[in-house]
């Protein structure tokens, strides 16, 4: 067992707001949980969000598979959080300690192998969804675009969370410049009101893969920008939610994108403009960030948009692509059409 994963065993059942059945109901218990801003935060796990006969439900990777925490809880009396939205608020984390335990304690019932597995978005209910545009260096030199003076925020809403393995509908009646954009995705443990970026990474609770997925003719259409970020399966993320204290410095990570195979974009976070905490920090100034938010930190060089137009072949239906982020694991996903 991992000296993370060790403490967060030690001390989740400690600090946790949650006890065994005939306490809170889970909507209660979430409730209570946001009032302080998210309960204790789990450490050192890697959670998924499993597809399951329609549903979803909790699961953390272990070293013998991935744990589905439902059904490892049956028959427990065991309040365990039904996804990875109820642990980052700290719901049922006292039950998630004790099922995760058995698990890596030779317990493997409820283990599933990797390879089996289906995933939801990462994260499925967040109350925002910022998304930063214009943050790296060589993409703004790419696009020919004047470097931001401040962060460039606009958003996406939870019709666009897509999981690692789905497929995109692409609305080819509307558009046809489909693009892909590589992201590394922040989402917030804790409460974020007036942060400072010295203290601003102490509120996350952990990182995703991500694709800012975009139809650039409806993104270019107006001076908005929303309508084409925004379409249904536009943000795909996942497969894994990182607890931050197995990534570390967020800006010293690889990320990449390859399209059929090909790698089309290949940088590392360090080229940022504004790091992870200068953009948590500086959203934290203007509206409160609650456990669960979720940023997406913009992409880097290589997008279809930034090539000269005789060299732009849009993306189209039955393309595959695949996002990976060191550390945070490989997101894939394909095109399709919207019925």
Same mark, same amino acid.
């Given at each position: 067992?991992?000296?993370?994963?060790?403490?967060?065993?030690?001390?989740?059942?400690?600090?946790?707001? $949650?006890?065994?059945?005939?306490?809170?109901?889970? +909507?209660?218990?979430?409730?209570?949980?946001?009032?302080?801003?998210?309960?204790?935060?789990?450490?050192?796990?890697?959670?998924?969000?499993?597809?399951?006969?329609?549903? *979803?439900?909790?699961?953390?990777?272990?070293?013998?598979?991935?744990?589905?925490?439902?059904?490892?809880?049956?028959?427990?009396?065991?309040?365990?959080?039904?996804?990875?939205?109820?642990? $980052?608020?700290? $719901?049922?984390?006292?039950?998630?300690?004790?099922?995760?335990? +058995?698990?890596?304690?030779?317990?493997?019932?409820?283990?599933?192998? +990797?390879?089996?597995?289906?995933?939801?978005?990462? #994260?499925?209910?967040?109350?925002?969804?910022? %998304?930063?545009? =214009?943050?790296?260096?060589?993409?703004?030199?790419?696009?020919?675009?004047?470097?931001?003076?401040?962060?460039?925020?606009?958003?996406?809403?939870?019709?666009?969370? *897509?999981?690692?393995?789905?497929?995109?509908?692409?609305? $080819?009646?509307?558009?046809?410049?489909?693009?892909?954009?590589?992201? =590394?995705? !922040?989402? !917030?443990?804790?409460? %974020?009101?007036?942060?400072?970026?010295?203290?601003? =990474?102490?509120?996350?609770?952990?990182?995703?893969?991500?694709?800012?997925?975009?139809?650039?003719? *409806?993104?270019?259409?107006?001076?908005?920008? %929303?309508?084409?970020?925004?379409?249904?399966?536009?943000?795909?993320?996942?497969?894994?939610?990182?607890?931050?204290?197995?990534?570390?410095?967020?800006?010293? *990570?690889?990320?990449?994108?390859?399209?059929?195979?090909?790698?089309?974009?290949?940088?590392?976070?360090?080229?940022? #403009?504004?790091?992870?905490?200068?953009?948590?920090?500086?959203?934290?100034?203007?509206?409160? =960030?609650?456990?669960?938010? #979720?940023?997406?930190?913009?992409?880097?060089?290589?997008?279809?948009?930034?090539?000269?137009?005789?060299?732009?072949?849009?993306?189209?239906?039955?393309?595959?692509?695949?996002?990976?982020?060191?550390?945070?694991?490989?997101?894939?996903?394909?095109?399709?059409?919207?019925?």
């Amino acid at each position: 067992m991992s000296t993370t994963r060790r403490s967060f065993l030690k001390t989740a059942g400690a600090a946790s707001v $949650v006890a065994l059945a005939g306490s809170l109901p889970r +909507e209660a218990e979430a409730a209570e949980a946001a009032k302080g801003g998210g309960g204790p935060m789990a450490r050192g796990l890697t959670l998924c969000n499993l597809r399951r006969d329609g549903k *979803l439900s909790l699961g953390v990777r272990l070293a013998g598979g991935v744990l589905d925490v439902d059904r490892a809880a049956q028959g427990k009396k065991l309040l365990v959080p039904a996804s990875t939205d109820d642990a $980052v608020r700290g $719901v049922g984390l006292e039950g998630l300690q004790r099922v995760v335990a +058995e698990a890596e304690g030779g317990k493997k019932g409820a283990l599933l192998p +990797e390879g089996e597995v289906r995933f939801g978005p990462a #994260i499925t209910r967040p109350e925002k969804i910022l %998304m930063m545009g =214009l943050n790296y260096r060589k993409h703004i030199a790419e696009v020919k675009a004047p470097t931001p003076t401040s962060p460039t925020f606009f958003n996406k809403f939870n019709n666009a969370l *897509l999981g690692h393995g789905g497929t995109v509908p692409l609305p $080819v009646k509307a558009a046809t410049k489909f693009d892909y954009e590589a992201e =590394l995705v !922040v989402v !917030v443990g804790r409460r %974020m009101r007036d942060v400072s970026a010295a203290e601003a =990474l102490t509120h996350v609770w952990g990182y995703c893969t991500g694709n800012d997925f975009t139809a650039r003719d *409806l993104q270019q259409k107006t001076s908005q920008w %929303m309508l084409g970020k925004a379409c249904d399966g536009f943000a795909p993320l996942g497969p894994w939610l990182v607890g931050a204290e197995q990534v570390g410095d967020p800006q010293t *990570l690889r990320i990449e994108c390859r399209v059929n195979g090909e790698v089309r974009q290949s940088s590392n976070t360090s080229d940022m #403009i504004y790091s992870c905490a200068d953009l948590l920090s500086y959203a934290s100034q203007h509206l409160t =960030l609650e456990p669960g938010d #979720i940023l997406f930190t913009g992409t880097p060089e290589g997008v279809i948009n930034g090539k000269p137009p005789d060299q732009q072949v849009w993306l189209k239906p039955g393309d595959k692509l695949t996002t990976e982020i060191e550390k945070l694991g490989k997101l894939e996903f394909d095109l399709g059409t919207r019925a």
